[in-house]
């Protein structure tokens, strides 16, 4: 039922700047495609919509929202972001004890850190392809879980506060993880290969037959932790970075850990009341 339903809902840190910019009859195609990466359900969205208008010919990995809402056009993404922010209640992961203002900083920031660790030189995962997706929605089985099934949510979330590890909490309550989860989505969904490896290993980078995207993912969710961003589940404890050599100057090519919590602030992620 997670899977067929296909929606996953638009986060609170995300609903008031939709409602702001799309009441501007002239919002441009440009303040569209910041919407639609700054939220993971949007994203998938766009990705999907435009996939289907031009099925014969793949986005480009390294713009692929930009290029999905060129596809589309302005009216008709404005139509589609507002019809995915219209079918999401601020209440929708109420009970499920995902904290969803933190969930959408970890996605954002994993996104951003993914795309630029993507560039560095001789590592295991240089080069990853759609590398800003794979940080954005590789933890889409966890907010699946939390919208559709808040209840086993909950539980997971107490024995994760008990200090179980969520894979190993989730496995125990229901068998299966959210990784296990994202990448059935992912799948299902017609996303990239890239990101369907970044959903379902970034846990276990080692099983994945190409493990570089799950590298990537891996990397980038520790550096967000270390500068004190949490996962919706659990909050750091405190500020680690910077903890291994090339931290700060990663982070230095994006202005510094401030700057990188200060655009997070920018693209309308105030915690919803």
Do not use: K
């Amino acid at each position: 039922m997670l899977i067929q339903s296909g929606v996953l809902p638009v986060l609170p840190s995300v609903q008031e700047r939709v409602r702001a910019t799309l009441s501007n009859p002239d919002t441009s195609l440009e303040e569209c495609v910041l919407l639609a990466a700054s939220d993971p359900a949007l994203a998938i969205a766009t990705y999907r919509v435009a996939v289907e208008v031009v099925s014969d010919e793949p986005l480009p990995p390294d713009a692929a929202i930009a290029e999905a809402v060129r596809r589309i056009g302005t009216v008709a993404v404005r139509r589609l972001i507002t019809l995915h922010a219209g079918r999401s209640r601020f209440d929708e992961l109420r009970g499920s004890e995902l904290d969803a203002h933190a969930f959408w900083r970890h996605s954002v920031a994993t996104a951003l850190l993914s795309q630029a660790l993507s560039a560095r030189p001789h590592e295991a995962y240089s080069g990853v392809r759609y590398a800003y997706l794979c940080g954005l929605l590789h933890d889409i089985g966890r907010l699946a879980l939390a919208a559709r099934e808040p209840r086993l949510s909950s539980q997971v979330a107490w024995l994760v506060h008990q200090r179980l590890p969520a894979v190993d909490a989730e496995s125990h309550l229901l068998g299966y993880t959210h990784a296990d989860l994202g990448r059935r989505m992912a799948r299902a969904w017609g996303l990239p290969p890239e990101v369907e490896t970044a959903a379902g290993d970034h846990h276990a980078p080692d099983r994945a037959r190409d493990p570089a995207p799950a590298l990537l993912v891996a990397e980038a969710t520790r550096i967000a932790a270390s500068i004190g961003i949490g996962d919706g589940l659990t909050a750091p404890t405190r500020v680690t970075y910077p903890e291994r050599p090339g931290d700060e100057a990663l982070l230095d090519g994006m202005g510094g850990p401030v700057a990188l919590t200060e655009h997070l602030g920018s693209l309308g992620g105030r915690r919803a009341a």
